[in-house]
């Protein structure tokens, strides 16, 4: 039995060595060259989308694996209120966002990556769909998951007003072997491109945290530990209710219009999500996404009203074939009046929306007072989002 007993702890000390010498040989590797990490790929910024141009381009890299469950849950909670505190700002900026989710060499998959996109029913779509399954050893694919954040994401060339954020979210180190990508390389090519990289520590890993933090300070970031389940707090309200039902009205004014495959495209998209939030969301995520489409001025894709609103399209130029269907059976002296009057309608209850919206954010931050509770997941991107969106010109 003694016998057994000296072979596992000679076994766990073995194990423990080897992991700190792969340690000390990754911090080595810091001097690892910028130029081996893949280029970025940047889009050009078309000028004229907005007035200034103000733009916040934000990817969660989040890892997925079986000890995640509670962050991504929280994560699909929260992800519309952290979006529309944003829009909410006096710049009124646009906001993509793009996502990679990870796991490690030995799972279904390493990373899924979702490129930057101002659709934002399609971030949250791809989202709902994450669920934590995998992992099992202590680091993941960590690497990789950065790579494709900075790499593959589609972000467009630095230029005043743009703000560029990555999150890394997650509980485990780095794998420390040749198959992956060197994080403080792909950290430092990043921040040379002017992104800004912050990172998210779920539960209280030494291993973890030591690299988290260098990859934030590298990153030009902040770093922040969290709850292991992600200490999102969710607070319910008399109004989630009412704003859960106007916002399935504000999408039943939809008009899919374009090509047959952009309407078809449109109309998928939005029942796909109108039937996610009716099913698996919370009355206060479903309140939150109602104020996004009632303050969002692109909250819909291929959508004949909003272009009109906005100005971007005119009912006398489109083409009959690209119509909804109704319109194009009406008269064209008709069809002009019946838009109107459908304008008319979501006026009306986007104005219910965000009547409503006020008197709920001064219910929640009473009661947010009178909880005291702060420091989950939310917390920690709006800390990070508030003050390096004024370092860039956005509040």
């Known amino acids: 039995m003694e016998r057994n007993s000296i ?12 992991v700190a010498i792969a340690s000390v040989f990754y911090f080595k590797s810091e001097t690892v060259e910028i130029t081996d990490v893949p280029e970025i790929q940047l889009e050009e910024f078309q000028a004229g989308n907005t007035s200034e141009g103000k733009t916040l381009e934000m990817v969660f890299v989040i890892d997925t694996t079986g000890s995640m469950g509670g962050l991504i849950e929280g994560a699909k909670q929260k992800i519309w209120g952290i979006i529309n505190e944003v829009m909410q700002k006096e710049a009124q900026p646009r906001v993509k966002v793009g996502l990679v989710a990870y796991r490690d060499h030995s799972d279904s998959y390493v990373t899924k990556v979702l490129p930057l996109t101002e659709d934002l029913d399609k971030v949250y779509s791809e989202l709902m769909d994450y669920n934590a399954a995998g992992g099992g050893d202590m680091p993941e694919a960590v690497g990789s998951a950065l790579v494709d954040g900075v790499s593959k994401a589609g972000w467009s060339k630095s230029r005043p007003g743009l703000a560029q954020i990555i999150f890394l979210v997650g ?21 040379e491109s002017n992104m800004i990289v912050n990172t998210i520590q779920c539960g209280n890993s030494d ?3 030591k690299v988290w933090q260098e990859i934030a300070q590298r990153g030009q970031g902040k770093y922040f530990a969290i709850a292991q389940d992600g200490g999102v707090e969710t607070i319910r309200t008399p109004y989630d209710e009412r704003l859960s039902e106007l916002g399935r009205d504000i999408g039943g004014t939809y008009m899919a219009y374009g090509s047959e495959d952009a309407k078809a495209e449109g109309m998928a998209t939005l029942s796909e999500v109108e039937s996610k939030m009716a099913t698996n969301s919370s009355a206060p995520t479903r309140a939150d996404r109602a104020l996004n489409k009632a303050m969002n001025k692109d909250a819909y894709k291929n959508d004949l009203l909003q272009d009109i609103e906005s100005g971007k399209a005119d009912i006398e130029s489109v083409k009959p074939e690209e119509l909804p269907a109704d319109l194009r059976a009406m008269a064209t002296p008709d069809r002009a009046a019946e838009v109107k009057r459908r304008i008319g309608d979501r006026k009306k209850i986007r104005e219910e929306i965000l009547n409503l919206s006020k008197q709920r954010a001064a219910y929640l931050e009473e009661e947010r007072k009178r909880s005291g509770k702060s420091g989950g997941f939310d917390a920690a991107v709006g800390n990070a989002l508030s003050e390096q969106l004024k370092l860039k010109g956005i509040d």
């Open 7 to 18: 072979k596992i702890a000679v076994a766990v000390l073995t194990f423990c060595v080897g």
């Open 171 to 191: 509980d485990a180190p780095p794998q420390y072997n040749s198959n992956e990508p060197n994080v403080l390389a792909i950290t430092a090519k990043a921040a």
């Open 207 to 209: 291993q973890t945290q």
